[in-house]
């Protein structure tokens, strides 16, 4: 198919049809797809404005940075945008771009949507925060682990808590907090941060939860990683 047989299938698709439909895009790489992404983003529709974001989001994802050419072009036109799109799904949009693009630049004008009323722009902001180590970055989380949507405090709580190496007792105070929240998945999160942290708050509620059925990878890095530290002799515990 032609890269504007691709947008005009994208267009009329949801959810996981859509999205592979968008990769296939984004694995082209060429200034074909650039061109016609950038001019979608220029669209008066919402929804075309949207594809070409996320079109660029990626674009040549798969490729070595030196192999993607248009990931600076597409930063710069997508700093330009964020600052005027009036549209909730395009800023989210936008905001999810910023996550594979991982530019500094993009810091700024993300956590100045940290407390924006729709919760799916505030859980935009976690994505697009991904694996950068700043000070802003972890305030930003910080304060999203506290937010009233479930998938807000989850995501920020992972991020946070896994993915950011920060270690200070601010952080580890604001997973310990956690352990008691009502979305068992952040309660999850915070326990793996913690454990990541060698914090031994996270140990009684791991072993709770892994003796009421906790299953998977997560617990059991995190219980490796309390055996790691010395805290416990062996993972899974001895029945």
Known sequence: MTVAELID????????DY?????????????????????????????RRKLGVDILSQLGATRSDEDRPYRGPSVD????RIA??????????????FGPLHDPRTIGPTVAFASHPDEH????????????DDDRVVDTLLALMED???DVRDWATFELGSINTRDTPQVREALAARLTDRYVDVRHEAIAGLALRA??????PLIEDYEDGWEGPLIDEAGE???????????????
């Open 84 to 97: 005027t799109e009036p549209h909730p799904h395009v800023i989210a949009s936008i905001l999810n771009a």
């Open 19 to 47: 999205w592979e439909v968008v990769s296939e895009l984004q694995a082209r790489n060429d200034a074909e797809t650039y061109a016609a992404a950038v001019e979608l983003t220029r669209d008066a529709n919402p929804d």
């Open 148 to 150: 009233p949507d479930d």
């Open 225 to 239: 990683a309390y055996v790691e530290a010395g805290l416990i002799a062996e993972w899974p515990p001895p029945e």
């Open 77 to 80: 036109l997508l700093l330009e």
């Open 199 to 204: 914090d031994p708050r996270g140990l009684a």
């Open 121 to 132: 722009i505030r859980l935009a902001v976690v994505h697009g925060l991904f694996q950068h």
């Open 9 to 16: 299938r994208a267009l009329t698709l949801d959810s996981d």
